[in-house]
């Protein structure tokens, strides 16, 4: 599928923001440690959840979808502890199932996830976390395997800050025998989600959202309600759209404290940022002023919102510095962007952007998620059509965003093949 945009239209309105997909993908892993009903609300309807729920029947637990955002799961009926190598090709979060059979059943065993095309993306830190609650955790035939005959807290310093690793490792915790302390632990808002979810369910868990987690054990969860925080990476891609397309836009049911990097960079840029109790808004009324930025762990400047940032900065007036320091190949969409004019150069894990006046619509293919996200935004503030292929890699984390950009006033629509896409032209002229 391919998004059709003709560029150029201020978006203006509201857009009421869903739940964050990377806090989810933590949360449905922790709902299988309970034999009770876990019922999670505010479930973002994207692909990644989808598959991430695919693989938790997958293993025989009950999965009801009580309504597209609603969703019920009954952990009691889990039939194994082996994860199916098609849902590790899917989505690489179904590693969380990892944590959370090794701490409810004390053995898990899930394919290696492969490299993912932002960049390589090793698991050495989950595997030492696993081992410092005294399991084995090796790779056996690209295999996974954890497993412990006695799981017990341990001390476990983690030399690179990751979310993915934070959240396994207190998945695990939480059901073992004594006191885990995390350090070097990732704070992003998903992190103190997926903590306050588990402790609604009957956790230990102290001090997530700071570098050093506390996790006493107990014997068992029990089940809960548990409705997850607004996604901070779709409300940053709308605010940015705004600045993009020189828009209003307020963004709806968010946490403006989750959005504190995001809104400062815009300001710098020019724009004008008014936070309200659980909604932001973005004004942009003149050319964007260039700024340099590097994307770092929470509470910086999310490495998810590197190339929508990398976008507006693409038309801002002056020369932007954009280090990516998280991911290494994290610019594949540079050479996208180039053909719609813009003037960026790349060394290393820089980008150094020249502004130009104007982006021109061109055909282009999204690499990945947030990519493919930020080549939208170029496409609605660019001159004439732009022509978005493999959506695909869209859709794992947005949901009906282009429904959500139509209702600001975006002119953009949904392509099944090259005879749809010169339709649209067609009758939009
Ligand atoms: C999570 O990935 C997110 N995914 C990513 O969002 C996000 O970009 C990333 O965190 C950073 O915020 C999910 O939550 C499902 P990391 P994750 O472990 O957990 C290195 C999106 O677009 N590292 O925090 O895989 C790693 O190479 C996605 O929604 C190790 O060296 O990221 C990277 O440089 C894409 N060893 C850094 O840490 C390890 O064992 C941070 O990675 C683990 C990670």
Redesign the pocket.
């Known amino acids: 599928m391919q998004y059709v945009i003709k560029g150029g239209s201020p978006l203006v309105g509201d857009v009421v923001i869903g739940g964050a ?3 989810a ?2 949360i449905l892993a922790a709902a299988i440690m309970s034999d009770e009903d876990v019922v999670i609300e505010n479930l973002p309807d994207v692909r ?1 959840i989808n598959v991430l729920l695919e693989a938790i029947e997958g293993i025989g637990a009950a999965v009801c979808r009580l309504d597209p955002h609603t969703v019920r799961i009954n952990g009691s009926a889990i039939n194994t502890i082996r994860v199916n190598d098609d849902y590790i090709k899917r ?3 179904s590693y ?1 199932l990892l944590g959370a059979l090794l701490g409810k059943y004390r053995r898990a065993e899930v394919s290696l996830p492969g490299g ?1 095309n ?11 976390g696993f081992r410092g609650l005294g399991a084995r955790a090796e790779v056996d035939h690209g295999m996974v395997v954890a497993s412990a005959d006695h799981l017990s807290g341990g001390h476990i310093y983690l ?9 396994n490792i207190m998945l695990a915790a939480a059901l073992a025998d004594g006191n885990t302390i995390l350090e070097n632990a ?1 704070k ?1 808002p ?1 992190i103190v989600d997926v903590a306050n979810m588990l402790n609604s369910m009957g956790a230990n868990i102290k001090g997530a959202g700071t570098d050093i987690i506390r996790i006493r054990g107990v014997q068992r969860l029990h089940g809960t309600v548990y409705s997850i925080i607004p996604d901070q ?1 779709e409300a940053g891609t709308f605010m940015f759209a705004a600045a993009v397309t020189r828009g209003d836009v307020t963004v709806k049911n968010v946490i403006p404290k989750h959005l504190e990097a995001i809104s400062a960079k815009l300001i710098e840029m020019g724009c004008e940022v008014v936070e309200f109790d659980d909604a932001v808004r973005v004004v942009c009324k003149s050319r964007l002023r260039h700024t340099h930025v590097k994307t770092l ?2 509470p910086g400047f ?3 919102m590197q190339p929508q940032i990398s976008v507006a900065l693409s038309v801002a007036e002056g020369t932007s510095m954009v280090t990516e320091s ?3 190949n994290r610019f594949k969409y540079v050479d996208e962007l180039a053909r719609m004019g813009a003037d960026i150069k790349v060394e290393g894990n820089v980008a150094v952007i020249n502004g130009v006046s104007r982006l021109t619509g061109a055909d282009v293919s999204a690499p ?3 990519a493919g996200a930020a080549l939208v935004l170029a496409g609605l503030g660019a001159e004439g059509y732009t022509v978005v292929d493999e959506t695909k890699y869209i859709l ?2 947005y949901e009906r965003f282009d429904e959500k950009l139509r209702s600001l006033g975006a002119d953009i629509e949904q392509a099944e093949d090259e005879k749809d896409v010169r339709r649209l032209k067609l009758e939009a002229v």
Request: with cysteine.
């Open positions: 997909k990377n806090a993908l933590g990644d989505i690489r979060a969380y993912c932002i960049g390589s993306r090793p698991i050495d830190q989950h595997l030492k030399d690179v800050v990751s979310v993915g690793a934070t959240i990732a992003e998903h990476i762990p929470y999310p490495t998810d998280i991911f290494e990945d998620l947030r794992r984390g």
